[in-house]
C-alpha cells in the first residue's frame, strides 16, 4: 500500500495495523562518536515520524575501519545510538557491521502505525499552510566544519540541533495534517517538490519565514568553505522547478537547498486546525514556522519570494 517516494515502505497486516519500514546510515558528521551514535539513530527515525507512524525497535547498520582507528570509538558510536533508541522508546533487537574504510552507523527502523493514521505526501490541499519544525543550516555547518572554516566550539553549539528526534513534531500529525515528509539530503526545495508533485500542486515559500539555526546562516552560505556537493547538486536540480523572485539574495537559494541532517518535519495544514497544530508544535518545544502555502497550479512548481 506504499507509493512511490514514500518516506518509508508500508505493508498493512490489518485494518487496524500497518508495518512501516525504513533504513537510513550516515558518515559522521560531527568528531564526537557519542554525539554521532545520537545523531545517527535520530535521523534515522525520522521516517516513521514522518508518515504517522511509532518506531518499535531496530537493527544496527555499522560500518567501521577497526585498523586505522580505535575500538573504543565504535563503542561510543554504539552506546550513543543505543541511549538515544531508549529515550525514543525504541529496542536495538540485533544488527550487523562490516569491516569498512570509514565509520558507517544507521539504523533498519520498523514501527507501526493504523491505517487511518498514516501520513503521506500526496494528501495536500490547495490552500494548506506549510509548516516547518525544526531550523534550516545544519548542512552549511558541517561543512564548514569539515573544512576547517568554523573553530570546533561550533560542533558544541550543533550538536543539540542535531541528536533531537522528531518524535515530539510528530504529535502534530495527529491534529488534521494532510501531509508530511521529513526534511534531508535533498534540501527543503528537493522534499517540498516531492511533496507538492505528489499532491499535484505548487507551493510558494516566503524566504523572511524559513527558520534558521544560527543568525550567522546566511552569512555563512555566502562562503565557499561551507557549500557542500549535496548543496551544489540540489540547487541544480531545483532549478528544473523553482522560481525565485528577483530579490532573494544567492545565500537563501544555498540555504534552501542546503542538504539536512536530522531535519524536521515539513507539513501541510488546513488552516483550521493550523492553530492547534502550532500549539502542539510549540509545547514540544519544536519550530512553529509557517514559511509559505501550497496553491493549485503545475504540479510540482515551486516560488520563492520575501
Not at 507509493?3 to 490489518?14: F, K
Not at 550516515?26 to 514522518?50: E, K, Q
Not at 545544519?138 to 528526534?165: M, N, R, Y
Request: hydrophobic residues 45%; contains cysteine; proline residues 5%.
Amino acid at each position: 500500500m506504499t507509493g512511490i517516494g514514500a518516506d518509508a515502505a508500508v505493508y498493512r497486516l490489518s485494518d487496524e495495523v500497518a508495518v512501516l519500514q525504513t533504513v537510513d546510515y550516515i558518515t559522521p558528521v560531527v568528531n564526537d562518536p557519542h554525539a554521532f551514535g545520537r545523531i545517527a539513530v535520530a535521523n534515522a527515525l525520522s521516517d516513521i515520524y514522518a508518515m504517522g507512524g511509532t518506531p518499535a525497535f531496530a537493527l544496527n547498520l555499522v560500518g567501521f575501519p577497526v585498523r586505522s582507528l580505535p575500538l573504543q570509538h565504535l563503542e561510543e558510536i554504539l552506546r550513543g545510538g543505543a541511549q538515544a533508541a531508549a529515550e525514543a522508546g525504541v529496542i536495538i533487537a540485533g544488527g550487523h557491521s562490516i569491516e569498512d574504510n570509514a565509520p558507517k552507523y544507521g539504523l533498519s527502523v520498523t514501527g507501526f502505525v493504523h491505517p487511518r493514521d498514516l501520513v503521506t505526501k500526496s494528501g495536500a490541499r490547495a490552500g494548506n499552510l506549510l509548516f516547518l519544525t525544526k531550523p534550516l543550516g545544519s548542512g552549511l555547518v558541517i561543512t564548514a566544519l569539515d573544512h576547517g572554516f568554523l573553530a570546533e566550539e561550533w560542533e558544541a553549539k550543533l550538536i543539540p540541533f542535531l541528536v533531537s528526534t522528531n518524535r515530539g513534531a510528530a504529535r502534530a500529525l495527529r491534529r488534521g495534517v494532510t501531509a508530511c515528509t521529513d526534511v534531508s539530503g535533498f534540501g527543503l526545495l528537493g522534499h517540498l517538490h516531492e511533496l507538492t508533485g505528489q499532491s499535484g500542486l505548487s507551493a510558494r515559500l516566503s524566504a523572511a519565514a524559513i527558520p534558521l539555526l544560527f543568525p550567522e546562516i546566511p552569512a555563512l552560505a555566502g562562503r565557499e568553505e561551507a557549500i557542500s556537493l549535496g548543496l551544489r547538486n540540489n540547487l541544480r536540480y531545483a532549478e528544473n522547478f523553482i522560481s525565485w523572485r528577483p530579490q532573494i539574495a544567492p545565500e537563501f537559494r544555498h540555504i534552501l537547498s542546503d542538504p539536512q541532517t536530522s531535519g524536521g518535519l515539513l507539513l501541510a495544514v488546513s488552516p483550521a486546525v493550523a492553530g492547534e497544530v502550532a500549539a502542539t508544535l510549540t509545547d514540544a518545544g519544536c519550530s512553529a514556522a509557517v514559511i509559505g502555502e501550497l496553491v493549485a497550479g503545475e504540479a510540482g512548481a515551486v516560488s520563492v519570494g520575501r
